[in-house]
């Protein structure tokens, strides 16, 4: 067997030895080759995603992260530090008069797992770009305000306006970054059905996350465990007090839970808990299903000093005093409060009132 080199010199014949040795190299090689393309396909294999797995009500006890985090319990058995008027804040926009002193954004990241919202129907308006000099040209949409959207700047609407997707977008993006919480939304709806569904149709990546409770079987089975609602990805629930929006994932508040009367009166001193609906006491009791209690604790004008007097022992001997035998002994599974960093000086905090809640057996 010839092996032939072209050199400027013409052909020359290499020796037995050597072809043998180039042999051995090239069959090395290929070798070489077969092993890692090999490796290739099995890490790409190993990486390829998974086939989405069905809603966790049916599946095992959950495992990993999740488990650790939240072990067994319900959403039923676990409580949320939850914030009145969420939207009212000093960092995003100019409002006047306030119930929270951050963001969305910051109160999330300082432990809020719950976020009251007013929706209104803003009409893009003219006269308004005019007079404002170009800083009130919104365009129609649906906002974020306390009352009329147009009436009294930074009392009912505050400037740049909050849009409702943009806000919901907010807590999305909350999420997506921290895949163990869950977040609740509560909404004073006074948008139509439509308007709300293009309004969230603009959220990216809402609908991956709304938990559905009829596709879970909230009714027949009871709430899941949260550490499934975490392994499924399904960790937004949206609840409204309008009845016809639940084929958008919003459910109807009245259907799925109980809630005390919201206020503490002008002074602070109405302590008793008693239900927001006449029909629908706090210790209601249905087969094979338990509604989540929403407990509000503020008063009817949200000041600094009125929150720190509030938040503190007093929220803590409420609940313990009124609101659980109230509820037939169990405890809220929200806490509602405005300015939830503030308190008596007490020790007590309201987020380290949810902590201890969530402490008991």
């Given at each position: 067997?010839?092996?032939?080199?072209?050199?400027?010199?013409?052909?020359?014949r290499?020796?037995?030895?050597a072809?043998?040795?180039?042999?051995?190299?090239?069959?090395?090689?290929?070798?070489?080759l077969?092993a890692?393309?090999?490796?290739?396909?099995?890490?790409?294999?190993?990486?390829?995603?998974?086939?989405?797995?069905?809603?966790?009500?049916?599946?095992?006890?959950?495992?990993?992260?999740?488990?650790?985090?939240?072990?067994?319990?319900?959403l039923?058995?676990?409580?949320?530090?939850?914030?009145?008027?969420?939207?009212t804040?000093?960092?995003d926009?100019?409002?006047?008069?306030?119930?929270q002193?951050?963001?969305?954004?910051?109160?999330?990241?300082?432990g809020?797992?719950?976020?009251?919202?007013?929706?209104?129907?803003?009409?893009?308006s003219?006269?308004?770009?005019?007079?404002?000099f170009?800083?009130?040209?919104?365009?129609?949409?649906?906002?974020?305000?306390?009352?009329?959207?147009?009436?009294?700047?930074?009392?009912?609407?505050?400037?740049?306006?909050?849009?409702?997707?943009?806000?919901?977008?907010?807590v999305?993006?909350?999420?997506?970054?921290?895949?163990?919480?869950?977040?609740?939304?509560?909404?004073?709806?006074y948008?139509?059905?439509d308007?709300?569904?293009?309004s969230?149709?603009?959220?990216?990546?809402?609908s991956?996350?709304?938990?559905?409770?009829?596709?879970?079987g909230?009714?027949?089975?009871g709430?899941?465990?949260?550490?499934?609602?975490?392994?499924?990805?399904?960790?937004?629930?949206?609840?409204?007090?309008?009845?016809?929006?639940?084929?958008?994932?919003?459910?109807?508040?009245?259907?799925?839970t109980?809630?005390n009367?919201?206020?503490?009166?002008?002074?602070?001193?109405?302590?008793?808990?008693?239900?927001?609906?006449?029909?629908?006491p706090?210790?209601?009791?249905?087969?094979?299903?338990?509604?989540l209690?929403?407990?509000?604790?503020?008063r009817?004008?949200p000041?600094?000093?009125?929150?720190?007097?509030?938040?503190?022992a007093?929220?803590?001997?409420?609940?313990?005093?009124?609101?659980?035998?109230?509820?037939?002994?169990?405890?809220?599974?929200?806490?509602?409060v405005?300015?939830?960093?503030?308190?008596?000086?007490?020790?007590?905090?309201?987020?380290?009132?949810?902590?201890?809640?969530?402490?008991?057996?």
């Amino acid at each position: 067997m010839i092996d032939m080199d072209m050199h400027c010199t013409g052909f020359r014949r290499r020796p037995a030895g050597a072809l043998r040795r180039g042999h051995a190299r090239r069959t090395l090689v290929g070798l070489l080759l077969l092993a890692l393309l090999g490796t290739a396909t099995t890490a790409t294999a190993s990486t390829a995603p998974t086939a989405p797995t069905a809603p966790a009500a049916a599946s095992g006890a959950p495992a990993g992260p999740a488990a650790a985090r939240w072990g067994d319990r319900r959403l039923d058995e676990v409580s949320f530090l939850t914030t009145h008027n969420a939207f009212t804040n000093y960092e995003d926009s100019r409002w006047s008069s306030v119930n929270q002193s951050e963001s969305v954004r910051g109160q999330l990241e300082g432990g809020v797992r719950g976020l009251s919202l007013d929706t209104h129907w803003y009409e893009r308006s003219t006269w308004l770009c005019v007079i404002s000099f170009g800083s009130d040209c919104y365009p129609s949409d649906v906002y974020l305000c306390h009352g009329e959207c147009k009436t009294f700047a930074g009392a009912t609407y505050a400037l740049p306006r909050q849009s409702f997707h943009g806000t919901m977008q907010t807590v999305v993006d909350f999420l997506a970054a921290h895949p163990q919480e869950v977040v609740t939304v509560f909404l004073e709806d006074y948008v139509s059905a439509d308007q709300l569904r293009q309004s969230l149709g603009r959220v990216r990546g809402l609908s991956d996350m709304v938990f559905r409770p009829d596709e879970w079987g909230v009714r027949q089975n009871g709430w899941p465990k949260v550490a499934d609602l975490v392994t499924s990805g399904k960790r937004l629930l949206i609840f409204s007090d309008r009845s016809d929006r639940e084929d958008l994932g919003v459910m109807y508040d009245r259907s799925w839970t109980v809630s005390n009367f919201w206020s503490l009166g002008d002074l602070g001193n109405d302590l008793t808990c008693v239900s927001r609906w006449s029909d629908l006491p706090l210790d209601r009791q249905e087969p094979g299903f338990r509604r989540l209690f929403t407990m509000s604790h503020h008063r009817n004008v949200p000041t600094v000093l009125t929150a720190a007097l509030d938040n503190g022992a007093k929220l803590r001997n409420r609940i313990a005093e009124q609101c659980r035998p109230a509820a037939g002994g169990r405890d809220p599974n929200f806490v509602s409060v405005d300015f939830h960093r503030l308190s008596d000086g007490s020790g007590h905090t309201p987020a380290s009132i949810v902590g201890e809640l969530n402490a008991r057996p």
